[in-house]
Structures are given as C-alpha cells and as structure tokens.
C-alpha cells in the first residue's frame, strides 16, 4: 500500500488533466489510509518510497518540490483521516493499547530530545542493538556530507534537496512522534532505519563522485560489493541477534521451569503458583525494550500455557492444573506450603 500509494503521488505530478490527477491522488491517499488503519509503523515505507523515487533521481529543483509537495498533502490528509478514525475507536472500544498511544503530545521540544536520544540514536547504528552516540554521529555525518556530494549542482539546490531529505526522517517515524506514548523499540524503527540506509547508501554514491579516479564501471561494481557484503552482514548479525536473544536464552529458561516440574508431584498438584521474573533477570545482561534478552515468562500472559505445555512435556495431566502467578514484589501473597515455580533464579545462568 505504501509503495504503490507513492507512485501514485508522483505519477500525478505530471498528469494535465485535473480528474486524472485527483484521482490518483485519491487512489493514493485511500491506500495510505487502509495501511494506517493496519499498522502504522509499516506504512511509514510510504517517505521511504519517496526519498527513492524523489530523491535519487537527478531532476530540477522544481519537480523534486513539488512531488514532495504532494506527498506531503497526501500523508497530511490520510493522518487527519486516521486520527479521527482512531478517536471513533476508542470512543466504542476504549484505549485497549494504553492512552499513551491513543493521546496526542503536547510535549514538542521533549518529543524531539527523545526522537534524537533514542530512535534517532538507535537507527543510526544499523544493525547494532548496543547502540553508542559516537557511532551514531559517525554515520549522521558520513551521511549528510556525502548526501551533499551526491546531489550535486548548485550550492542553493544541494542545500534544497538536502532540507527535503532530512525532513523525511522524522516523517518515517511521524506515529511515534504525535502520540504521548514514548517507546522507542524496534519494531517501530523499520522505516526510520530502511530510509537511513538508503541515505547511506546514497552518500556512498556521493563520495565515490568525488573520486574521480575510479572510472564509472569501477564505481558501479564497488556499489554493488558494498550492498551485497552489507546484506550478508546484516544477516549474520540478525542470525546473532536470533540466537543469542532468542532461542538460547529461552530455551535456558525453558529447561529451568521443565527442572523445577520434575521435583513435584504432578499427580497431586491441582494449584501451582508462578513467581515471574523481573525485566532484567535473563540470561543476557543486555535487554532491549521488550524485545531483545527479555525473560518471556516475565510478561503476564506467558506463565499458564508455559507451564500446562511443559507439563504435558513431562508427561502430567495439565488440563487439570490451575497456574496462579505473581510478580517478585507480590510473592509474599502466596499461601503457606503452596507449590511454587520461582524464576528469580533465572539470571545465575549468565
């Protein structure tokens, strides 16, 4: 929805006829509204679209404009639209994610501080999850500068088209910036961090431009080398990532629990109460948001079908069990010589 809503948008840049033209951007701005109405951090590729096809091509001043221009009238539109839609919906449903994402900020200049400390920062270091500031202005300036040596011409047109592609940036993050909620994690980075490596790749363009000692064939090839050996990277650090965040921690985690069944007495066990873990009681020291290196039994609807599948793993009845849990500073409510399953123990493995 949002690659084809863009290229509507600036198909309808060069469209004479008037009904032609709003009608794709109708077309154009219904599709960016459906994408809304299912997740709106996806459908923020919508600014990463147009920075490739606004953006990279070599074009006047003028058109680059103005096909911004009309992006920005159709994502104005579909926002509004989508904002009262929302509104609609927690008038009848009520603020099921929480009002901090069914509020609007008024908090502009902490907004921005946040949007620089944390997305911002998290995006410019790539692939890392550690990320460090001095990384992400390394990257924030080999990418403006080189941006500047990619656009080319006059100082007034870099400095022009350079304005319109820092404005995008905050437009791919623009949901998580209006709401009161601030949680930077990164499933809602997609866009911000698709668009900056497709900055950064622009600004590698850009400075091979200056060396005019390489021959063009010779440039296009090291561009080529560069995004393939980037892809391969990349995918050795998500398998990272996977395996060290993932799958080994919880499978620790999950052998623990299995340990722990194995000591009672299943046969006679009708109640068993479940004392969680706190956030950063994993295996791993490094926990990000609620994604990377959490303890999944630490989320309230984790510790029922995690126990009843290890049960049945075991070889127990679990349809006749009943799973009671508790946070760490609620254990005390637990009755007297109730069978209990305490995680806290859970970090020993690191």
Known sequence: AAGISSFLVMQSTGDAKVFVKLGRL??????????????????????????????????????????VSYCLLVGAVACIVEFFIMKLGVAVYGAVAGSGR????????????????????????????????????????????????????????????????????????????????????????????ALLAFYAFLALQGYLQVLRTFSPQFRQRMLLGVV?????????????????????????EYHLLKGQLRKIDLATVQTIYFIRPNWYDGVTSVVRYDEFGLPSSCQPWVPEPMV?????????????????????????KIPPGAVVIDMKSLKQFR
Request: proline letters at 3%; aromatic letters at 14%.
């Open 26 to 67: 109708a077309l154009a701005c219904s599709l960016l509204l459906v994408g809304m109405m299912v997740h709106q951090n996806e459908v923020m590729f919508f600014w990463v679209f147009v920075a490739i096809l606004a953006l990279s091509p070599r074009e006047r001043e003028s058109v680059v404009v103005r096909k």
């Open 228 to 252: 393939v050996c980037w892809a391969i990277f990349s995918g050795f650090i998500a398998t990272r990532n996977l395996v060290r965040y993932f799958v080994e921690p919880q499978a620790i």
């Open 308 to 332: 009843k599948c290890a049960v049945r793993e075991i070889g127990g009845d679990a349809n006749r069990i009943t799973v009671v849990h508790f946070s760490q500073d609620e254990a005390g």
């Open 102 to 193: 069914a509020g609007v900020t008024h908090d502009v200049f902490g907004k921005i501080s946040w949007f620089v400390k944390e997305p911002l920062l998290n995006a410019l270091n790539m692939n890392s999850i550690e990320p460090t500031g001095w990384f992400a202005v390394a990257t924030g300036i080999f990418i403006v500068v080189g941006l500047f040596f990619y656009f080319g011409g006059s100082l007034r047109y870099r400095l022009t088209m350079l304005g319109m592609a820092l404005m995008l940036v905050p437009l791919s993050y623009l949901p998580n910036l209006v709401v009161v909620e601030s949680w930077a994690s990164y499933r809602t980075l997609v866009a911000l961090s």
